[in-house]
């Protein structure tokens, strides 16, 4: 086990490390939809990336949800097979629409997987921007 301050201390190196790994500028929070953005996650047991839709007003956040899942046929030639969930509740309760891919067996404490969760990262986040990129008229057609 780590302390606290030590967890800290990886989790900044791992961060660091995949931006100088990989130095490139991500679309993340720059989608041009308010509260819509792409996320890089990754913990003790897993790294995911994903899509996530948090507008307050319902309807407008199941529109942009149902919009994409439109295409889910289309999203999965980008980024293979992912999980969907269109209420999803996040630790602080806070409902979101989310779409997103993981891979487990890896580890933010365990130096060994870094280079796996980079690779992971790179390719998924890449997929999700093409996709995003090749249909973005449409998604935000709403």
Known sequence: ?????????????????????????????????????????????????????????????NAYYEKIWSLEDMLKDFI?????EEYFTMENGKVISKIWVELHGVSIFNKNTWQQIFEFFVDKMDGFERFYYEYEDFIKDV
Not at 80 to 84: E, L, S, T, V, Y
């Open 80 to 84: 293979g097979d992912f999980h969907k």
């Open 1 to 61: 086990m780590f302390s606290k301050q030590e967890a800290q201390q990886l989790k900044k190196e791992f961060w660091t490390a995949f931006g100088k790994s990989f130095p490139r500028k991500w679309i993340l929070y720059d989608t041009k939809i308010k509260d819509m953005s792409f996320k890089f996650y990754a913990d003790n047991k897993k790294a995911e990336v994903s899509l996530d839709i948090e507008m307050k007003d319902e309807v407008f956040r």
